[in-house]
């Protein structure tokens, strides 16, 4: 991969065991739901974004309050549901407002985006009652980093423009299903022969046809294919050695699922509505680190408070995927601050943490 690359250091994030078993008593628990129109229809395999809904939870005592925002996974089963995930919130608010710790979140609820939502919502209580901060809290220097910014499908000419509108950007993750994958990312590559290149098939692909793409994709200078088969059909990976690293993302929701994508994908992206909220994260990147894995961060195109606490992960990423509030029409108040040429500097106590 080119020098746009993030480098992470060699620190395997570990959370202190006060702080996770820490139970504060009296929190208030709101829960709203929030909705975010993108600027444009966003195309990936089998699905199309023109908005993304999420929830939004509020803990809040003696005048202390810390927020989180889950957007859900839609691909597992029927989909999380902005409704559905605030029925399971509500299902466990007098649980948590008779006393909750971080530990306890991870059994209150399953992984997805409502659990997220909470999660994030207390460690953002515990930084600004604690009057640390998160990058304190996790004993980390922040700095900032830069994301990619991402391509929808569309005709190869309209990527090729699309990247081009985004020459500021020395990485760019590309949409890719089976329609003609080669001739959109060639186009792609003649109109940014600079740009680092990421490519995102969402479970699109058979095995046959990533052995067929792979070698064009690797001339082309992809520095990764990410999650190019079906979650639950990509057992051939643990016997393919491909030219490219191929990146788990579907089939690496949370540590459940770690052993199997840890025998057939070089790199883990880590979202946290997949997850469950930045615990399960952070314990899914020290596995990932331990093992020798590459990391990427990655977004379910939320807002800047849905993207704040992926920015720690981000910490220990090679690759980091977190434009979604590029796409969106307007963001949260704070929001996090994106340079012209893909830098996000960490969010501001004020946004999260």
């Not at 030219?243 to 979202?271: Q, T, W």
Request: aromatic share 4%.
């Amino acid at each position: 991969m080119s020098g746009s690359e993030n480098m992470p250091d060699g620190t395997i994030p570990t959370i202190p065991d006060d702080l996770l078993r820490t139970r504060v008593h009296g929190l208030s628990m709101q829960v709203a739901e929030t909705r975010f129109d993108l600027k444009a229809p966003f195309a990936i395999t089998g699905h199309v974004f023109e908005e993304t809904r999420a929830v939004r939870v509020t803990l809040g005592k003696d005048g202390v309050a810390g927020r989180g925002e889950g957007d859900g996974v839609y691909y597992l089963g029927a989909g999380e549901t902005c409704e559905g995930m605030t029925a399971a919130l509500a299902a466990v608010a007098a649980d948590v407002e008779r006393g909750v710790s971080l530990a306890d979140i991870q059994t209150l609820l399953p992984p997805g985006g409502a659990r997220n939502a909470l999660d994030c919502a207390l460690w953002d209580y515990l930084a600004k009652a604690s009057a640390k901060g998160i990058w304190r809290l996790l004993r980390m220097t922040p700095r900032p980093v830069t994301t990619v910014f991402t391509l929808g499908l569309a005709p190869p000419g309209a990527m090729a423009a699309g990247a081009r509108a985004a020459a500021a950007f020395p990485t760019l993750k590309i949409k890719l299903d089976a329609d003609n994958p080669v001739e959109r990312l060639t186009a792609v590559r003649e109109a940014r022969p600079d740009a680092a290149l990421i490519v995102d098939v969402n479970q699109g692909w058979t095995v046959d046809q990533l052995r067929a793409y792979a070698p064009a994709l690797a001339r082309l200078g992809v520095a990764m294919i990410e999650q190019p088969l079906p979650r639950g059909a990509d057992a051939a990976l643990e016997t393919y050695r491909p030219p490219v690293p191929l990146g788990a993302d579907e089939s690496c929701l949370h540590m459940g699922d770690f052993a199997l994508a840890s025998k057939r994908y070089s790199v883990i992206n880590i979202k946290l509505d997949k997850t469950g909220g930045l615990t399960e994260g952070l314990r899914l990147a020290a596995a990932a680190r331990r093992a020798g894995l590459d990391l990427m961060v990655g977004n379910m195109v939320g807002s800047s408070l849905a993207m704040a606490p992926a920015h720690v992960i981000a910490q220990m990423c090679r690759h980091v995927d977190i434009d979604g509030p590029l796409l969106l029409r307007r963001d949260v108040a704070h929001g996090l601050a994106y340079g012209n040429d893909g830098r996000v500097d960490p969010p501001q106590a004020a946004l999260w943490g």
